[in-house]
Each structure stands twice: as C-alpha cells, then as structure tokens.
C-alpha cells in the first residue's frame, strides 16, 4: 500500500507543477494583455483629441449648435452648482468653527473659507457637477447616436462627426466651466459666510476683513484656471467613450458610467499636477513669498 500511494503522489507532483507553472503564465499573458490594452486605448484617446483639436482650428462649427451646446451644459447646470456650492461653504463653516473657536481664532473662518472655495473645492466642485450632469449625457447621446448608426450616416454625407458632434461640446465645456466655477465659488463664500455671521455670531467686520485681507486676484486665477483643463478634460473623455460605444441599452449605459469614472479619476490628477504647478509658477513670479493670498 505504501507504495501504491508513493506512486501515486510521484505521479500527481508533475501535473500539479504544471497546474502552478501554467496559473503563472496565464497570470503574465493576462496582465500583458491588459498592459498592450491600456497603450492601445491611450493612443486611440490621443488620436481623437488630436483630431478634435485640428477640427477646433480649422473650421468654427455652426453657430446653432455651439448655441445649444452652452445652453445644455453651462445654463442648465447653474443651479445645482450654486445649491451644491451654497451647502458646501455651510458645512465648512460648521466643521471648522469649534476648531477655530478653540483657539480664539473664529474671527479666521473667512479665511479658511474662502480660500478653500477659491483655490479647491469651487473648481472641483464644478467640474464633479459637470462631468456627473453632461459629462454622463454627451456620452450617452453619442453613444446612442453610434449604436444607431447616426454617426456612420453623418460621416457617409462627407461631413465629419468630430467637427459636427464634439467641437460643439468642447468648446461650451472649455467656455462655460469658468462661469460654473465662479457661482460655485460665490453660493460657498456666501453660504460660509451667512452661517458664520447668522448662526455661531462672529463678528462680521472682522470676519470679511480677514477673509478680504488673506484672499486676492491670484487665488481666483487659481481656481479658474484649473477649471478651464477640467472641462476640455470632461469634454473630450465624454465623447471618446460615447464614440467607442458597444452596441445596445447596457453598452451605451456602460459607456455613460465610464465616462464619469474616468473624467472624474482624471479631475483629480489633473487637480494635483495643476497645484503643484501653479504654485511653482507663483514661487517662480514672486520667489520667498508664501502662496497662501
């Protein structure tokens, strides 16, 4: 018997070699598969925006539809960014204030606030808002455009589904984030200040003159100028995944979910390099100064 079941365990080690050794060269053809994938897609993603670009460039689209365009993206999303921003300042406001009341300093909320609003959360706010608001309905739209064969019909009348379907969107995207960002930032400063003010009574005179005295112009550039690469970021990334839609309800579905992962993911990269940047650039313009105003 003892030797039936060394024969035995002989004979099961080689094929549980092989189990293991094929389990790891399947693990590496996977994960180069997955790795040629994403470089394929990055250049295919850069490809569009390079055609995107030359079509921004080499022909202005109609007026009706950039018209149209800014009205669905920039209009119809005032509201929810200036509510979205109102809510925003209050809940700093009650965050902060027991902190800052610890240590005499509740007189300092504007500061805190406004700064927040100005340099971070208005322009990220915005741009959460947009890419959840339109980022998810042009990928959508197109989408459903490219599974009924609406673009293949565009680009067969010699026209070019870029210049007619994305330029459009990227320019209202690309015009109106700014106008977003500075409601954002407004409804935020405005709602901090109301329920600092109005319900834990700091004095107003010192508050705004604080918050007035430690905010200025670059602060707002900050915010702004993140802004304008968050909405060609949302823009672009929108319509690529609605063009490269699979076919049915659930493809377009999938496409719309997508593309807010991934303008979202890109929202906040973008947000840190920008940071870095930016505050490179002001170091740069005024070298031993602290970027805080």
Request: proline fraction near 3%; charge should be negative; aromatic fraction near 10%.
């Amino acid at each position: 018997m003892r030797s039936t079941m060394a024969s035995d365990a002989a004979s099961n080690a080689p094929s549980d070699a092989r189990g293991l050794g094929a389990a790891v060269g399947d693990s590496i053809a996977d994960l180069g598969t997955m790795i040629v994938e994403l470089i394929a897609g990055l250049g295919d993603f850069t490809l569009f925006f390079g055609q995107t670009l030359a079509w921004l460039f080499r022909r202005v689209p109609s007026r009706q539809l950039v018209v149209t365009s800014l009205y669905q993206i920039g209009v119809r999303s005032l509201p929810v960014v200036a509510l979205t921003g109102t809510f925003i300042g209050m809940v700093l406001a009650v965050q902060s204030y027991n902190q800052f009341e610890r240590f005499g300093m509740e007189n300092r909320l504007g500061v805190m606030i406004n700064l927040s609003m100005y340099r971070e959360l208005g322009p990220v706010l915005a741009a959460t808002m947009l890419a959840g608001r339109v980022g998810s309905a042009i990928a959508a739209e197109i989408g459903t455009m490219r599974v009924t064969e609406q673009i293949d019909a565009l680009a067969s009348m010699g026209a070019s589904p870029i210049q007619h379907l994305v330029v459009p969107r990227l320019l209202a995207c690309f015009l109106m984030i700014p106008a977003l960002t500075l409601m954002a930032i407004f409804m935020g400063v405005a709602g901090g200040a109301f329920y600092c003010v109005h319900v834990f009574g700091v004095d107003p005179y010192f508050y705004f003159a604080n918050a007035q005295e430690s905010t200025g112009v670059w602060d707002l550039f900050y915010g702004v100028t993140k802004s304008v690469f968050f909405g060609v970021a949302i823009a672009v990334i929108s319509c690529y995944r609605g063009f490269h839609s699979a076919a049915g309800a659930e493809g377009v579905g999938r496409a719309a979910t997508i593309a807010f992962v991934q303008a979202f993911v890109v929202i906040l990269a973008l947000d840190l390099m920008l940071s870095i940047s930016l505050d490179s650039l002001y170091q740069l313009i005024w070298p031993g100064e602290v970027a805080i105003g």
